[in-house]
């Protein structure tokens, strides 16, 4: 079993960060991506950014200069630094672990963005 774990989402300022953090557990055997997506009501779930486990990075338009993924030393825990927040950014994001052709979702993190 592997268990996803969001934390850091909170109500900010438009044009204020946060810092998002995404921490697994569990059987954690060989981890192919880590990847944040987010999902505003009405709205399809979309993705935000992902990080290989090689290093590549892709990230969603956007998200695209605003928004970093990084990984810990510890390699379980992923990291999205979000910059110049606007209200289109409120959402609830979600982390997402991609190990052996499984998907392991946490249960997100509401962010919403006050103008």
């Known amino acids: 079993q592997v268990h996803v774990v969001e934390s850091g989402g909170g109500l900010v300022q438009a044009g204020g960060s946060l810092r998002l953090s995404c921490t697994a557990s569990?059987?954690?055997?060989?981890?192919?991506?880590m990847a944040w997506y987010r999902q505003a009501p009405g709205n399809q779930r979309a993705l935000v950014a992902i990080?290989?486990?090689?290093?590549?990075?892709t990230y969603g338009d956007s998200a695209k200069g605003r928004f970093l993924i990084s990984r810990a030393a510890v390699k379980n825990t992923v990291y999205l630094q979000m910059n110049a927040l606007t209200p289109e950014d409120t959402a609830v994001y979600y982390c997402?672990?991609?190990?052996?052709?499984?998907?392991?979702w946490g249960q997100g993190t509401q962010v919403t963005v006050s103008s």
């Open positions: 990080l290989f486990d090689g290093g590549d990075t």
């Open positions: 997402k672990l991609v190990q052996q052709g499984n998907d392991y």
């Open positions: 569990g059987m954690i055997k060989s981890i192919r991506s």
